[in-house]
């Protein structure tokens, strides 16, 4: 069975940094682009960042550019978000997605698989 697992999530002070992981069991990471995604209550998801299947294509929204990173190590079948600089408006629930396009964007819809969530909240 295809899975994705987040961890990483926890309270963090404003201006501090998590990394966030997304193991894969039941399938092989690098066949599919992953995705991150965050939803905060009260609002729609929204893409953050998504890397390609080979770490050469990466985007972020402008909201964390500059201060969040994603890469992959597919031999350990994880991607990783490194989020620093964090902000109260960071605070939400990240979820990991995998798209089996080549180029999926930030949008939900391309992507099948999708983990539980890990929660995020930036507040002093």
């Known amino acids: 069975q295809l899975q994705l697992v987040e961890s990483g999530g926890g309270l963090v002070q404003p201006g501090g940094s998590l990394r966030l992981s997304c193991a894969a069991s039941?399938?092989?990471?690098?066949?599919?682009?992953i995705g991150w995604f965050r939803q905060a209550p009260g609002k729609e998801r929204e893409g953050v960042s998504w890397?390609?299947?080979?770490?050469?294509?990466?985007y972020y929204a402008d909201s964390v550019k500059g201060r969040f990173t994603v890469s992959r190590d597919n031999a350990k079948n994880t991607v990783y978000l490194q989020m620093n600089s964090l902000k109260p408006e960071d605070t939400g629930v990240y979820y990991c997605a995998g798209s089996a396009e080549i180029i999926p964007g930030p949008a939900s819809r391309a992507y099948n698989y999708w983990g539980q969530g890990t929660q995020v909240t930036v507040s002093s």
């Open positions: 039941g399938f092989t990471l690098d066949d599919y682009a």
């Open positions: 890397i390609s299947r080979s770490a050469r294509i990466t």
